[in-house]
């Protein structure tokens, strides 16, 4: 057992509405509308099966200041099962929950510790009667929290570990609001050794050095937003001689939301598209480990299938056909969302070559600079570096590969544009 162990969570969103989604019909709305305190749920069974000493929790419990009072309930006995096995509980108010705007309806089970607002407090953590980590936090008074919180931590510690707990904007990330913003470089130099943020939907390892600074990222996806993708969970943090010894990601979702990629080079027709989604879905499933799913799909690549695609049987009744198809894919249950259609049209570049015209030049001389990298490189030189002494310095960086690359996309993107579609 390592000196001090617990689990980092937060952005838990009780009871979200998952608003949009009752469109995809069926009993996907139920499912969601539990789908958050479910995935609370798993977060207690996990922490209880590691036998960690705290569970600390970076904010946003809930998804408003309105804290519905099953979420409640739901939070209750679930640090009441903590409490009575020995684990301490430790949270922050964020700036979907902040303690003045809110109300309560419940009493927390001795063993749970929610940080003011006014100033940072530490809170010792024990075990067998001795300290052997503290735990540092502030909550958000109100929702509209712009002062830099992290400034009013401690600088020094003389906890054997000290965690800071604060739902915050580190380095501006620009798809969240600027919530009690700060810099990286104030949470690496100050005294905290682990940083355990919340605000971030990404889970996130912004530091691993002597002092991390960790997004645990939302514990159930929300929406197919990209922040909201792929698995969600907690962090597992073990800690021994005062310093994190092991980082592990524990994926705790319910329902994963996720964009599938499928080319579409090799489809014939939509029948055949019908088919590579599906097969990109039980993948998926797979990947998953049998959660349920709410997929879309980015349709790319050259391919017959592009006509298709825009006359006639178009992206709407290929994805009306996925949805009656039935949503059990590899024993997950599935709910397709959308599909959105980036294909184009095959070239026949023999034809093109042919033709003599402006599309047939630009088609040889790109494939005459393809087919000699030092003449590549010449050309580049001559036309393509950037000014700007930073920009250069990256695409001086480059490999003749990653030349041959952008020019074969360039060319590309620019008989797309040339060539009208048939």
């Given at each position: 057992m ?13 009871d ?19 789908a958050?305190?479910?995935?609370f749920?798993n ?8 036998e ?23 939070l209750?006995?679930?640090f ?5 096995a020995?684990?301490q509980?430790?949270?922050?108010h964020?700036n ?6 809110g ?15 006014q ?10 009667g ?16 712009t ?10 510690s003389?906890?054997p ?29 100050g ?7 919340g ?7 912004l ?19 990209p ?6 969970g ?14 592990s ?14 080319d ?16 990109a879905?039980?993948?998926?499933a797979?990947?998953?480990d ?16 592009h ?11 290929v ?7 039935g949503?059990q894919?590899?024993?997950a249950?599935?709910?397709w ?9 095959p ?6 070559r ?19 990298p ?32 952008t ?16």
């Amino acid at each position: 057992m390592p000196d001090f162990r617990f689990v980092h969570a937060g952005d838990l969103h009780l009871d979200t509405p998952f608003d949009g989604l009752s469109r995809l019909g069926g009993d996907l709305p139920a499912r969601l509308r539990d789908a958050s305190l479910t995935a609370f749920d798993n977060l207690v069974a996990e922490t209880l099966r590691v036998e960690a000493d705290a569970l600390v929790l970076a904010g946003d419990l809930y998804d408003g200041p309105e804290r519905g009072l099953r979420a409640q309930l739901r939070l209750r006995d679930g640090f009441a099962r903590l409490t009575q096995a020995g684990v301490q509980v430790f949270l922050v108010h964020g700036n979907h929950d902040p303690v003045e705007e809110g109300w309560s309806a419940v009493a927390w089970p001795e063993g749970v510790h929610v940080f003011p607002t006014q100033e940072v407090e530490g809170v010792p953590v024990h075990r067998s009667g001795r300290e052997i980590a503290r735990v540092y936090g502030i909550s958000y008074a109100r929702r509209d929290t712009t002062d830099n919180l992290a400034a009013r931590f401690p600088q020094t510690s003389d906890a054997p570990f000290a965690v800071g707990l604060l739902h915050a904007n580190v380095g501006n990330n620009p798809a969240h609001a600027r919530y009690a913003p700060c810099e990286l470089s104030e949470l690496t130099r100050g005294g905290m050794d682990y940083w355990a943020l919340g605000h971030v939907h990404d889970a996130q390892v912004l530091s691993d050095g002597a002092v991390h600074a960790v997004y645990s990222g939302v514990l159930q996806g929300r929406s197919p937003k990209p922040s909201e993708q792929g698995p969600k969970g907690a962090y597992l943090v073990d800690v021994d001689d005062g310093r994190v010894s092991a980082l592990s990601f524990r994926p705790l979702d319910v329902v994963r939301f996720e964009t599938l990629q499928v080319d579409v080079e090799a489809v014939a027709d939509t029948g055949g598209l019908q088919d590579a989604l599906q097969t990109a879905a039980a993948d998926a499933a797979e990947a998953a480990d049998g959660r349920d799913l709410i997929l879309r799909a980015d349709l790319t690549g050259r391919g017959a299938v592009h006509q298709q695609l825009r006359r006639g049987a178009g992206v709407e009744e290929v994805l009306q056909s996925l949805q009656e198809a039935g949503t059990q894919v590899a024993g997950a249950r599935v709910w397709w969302d959308r599909l959105i259609d980036r294909t184009a049209p095959p070239l026949d570049k023999d034809a093109i070559r042919r033709r003599g015209d402006f599309s047939a030049e630009l088609l040889l001389r790109a494939e005459a600079l393809l087919a000699d990298p030092e003449q590549l490189d010449a050309f580049l030189a001559a036309h393509a570096r950037p000014t700007d002494r930073r920009l250069r310095a990256l695409v001086d960086a480059a490999d003749a590969e990653t030349d041959q690359a952008t020019l074969a996309a360039a060319l590309d993107e620019a008989l797309d544009r040339l060539e009208p579609e048939e």
